[in-house]
């Protein structure tokens, strides 16, 4: 089991390109959740998803950010018309679902860089 | 407001000298309380979670609901311990998320 994997690692943007990134979850783990962490702070949260559905969005900004987990393929985190405050590591993690009884599984992280 | 707050960013301690990270949280109801530590160069991952009432690596949380700290103790530091360590908590619905704190900074000294 590979874990959750992220990519890119590192993504360097310039201010209005957009970035795009994708998250696997673990093998058996429906539900995904978007963190983004900005210097010298901690992790907030942005979006829960599980396939084909955004269950709370109430931590992603309203405008340039959305986020999808599609019947098939990673869950991607799109930043449109990205500004230097976007600069950030986004965390992606991933579980079993309701009720929580395993823990959620983080992986490594994508940090963004916007020039 | 549903909050966790970790009031020191960096703790320093010597190598075996006890260690306690603070935790305090803002919770209305009944909430799950976890640790997550990112040792360098590695991801997140879940140190302990105060319904399973284990002590991993010599760690040990009690959540005191009087006092709303969930605060993570050692009694002997090891060099090794040095790492990133988030207080979180979630309600227990099914749709709730977790919310971290900031985050403290442990460093062993030689």
């Known amino acids: 089991n590979a874990g959750v994997m992220q990519n890119p690692r590192h993504l360097v943007r310039r201010r209005g390109q957009e970035a795009r990134l994708r998250c696997s979850p673990m093998?058996?783990?429906?539900?995904v959740y978007w963190y983004r962490q900005l210097p010298e702070e901690g992790l907030k949260f942005m979006v829960y998803l599980q396939k084909e559905n955004i269950i709370d969005e109430s931590g992603m900004p309203k405008e340039r950010f959305s986020a999808e987990f599609p019947k098939e393929g990673p869950s991607i985190l799109r930043i449109q018309q990205v500004v230097r405050g976007d600069s950030a590591a986004y965390f992606c993690?991933?579980?079993?679902?309701?009720?929580?009884?395993?823990?959620?599984?983080f992986g490594p992280g994508t940090r963004l860089t916007v020039l | 407001a549903q909050r966790v707050t970790q009031p020191e960013k960096l703790l320093s301690v010597f190598k075996g000298a006890p260690v306690e990270l603070k935790c305090n949280y803002s919770y209305s109801g009944s909430p799950e309380l976890f640790w997550y530590v990112q040792y360098s160069r590695q991801r997140l991952q879940l140190l302990l979670r105060h319904i399973s009432r284990e002590s991993i690596k010599g760690f040990t949380a009690d959540l005191n609901k009087g006092e709303t700290s969930f605060h993570l103790k050692k009694p002997f530091a090891q060099e090794e311990d040095s790492a990133m360590y988030y207080c979180a908590l979630s309600g227990r619905g099914r749709d709730d998320k977790i919310i971290f704190g900031k985050g403290t900074r442990l460093h062993i000294l030689p």
């Open positions: 093998k058996g783990h429906s539900h």
């Open positions: 993690a991933s579980d079993k679902g309701p009720g929580r009884t395993d823990t959620q599984y």
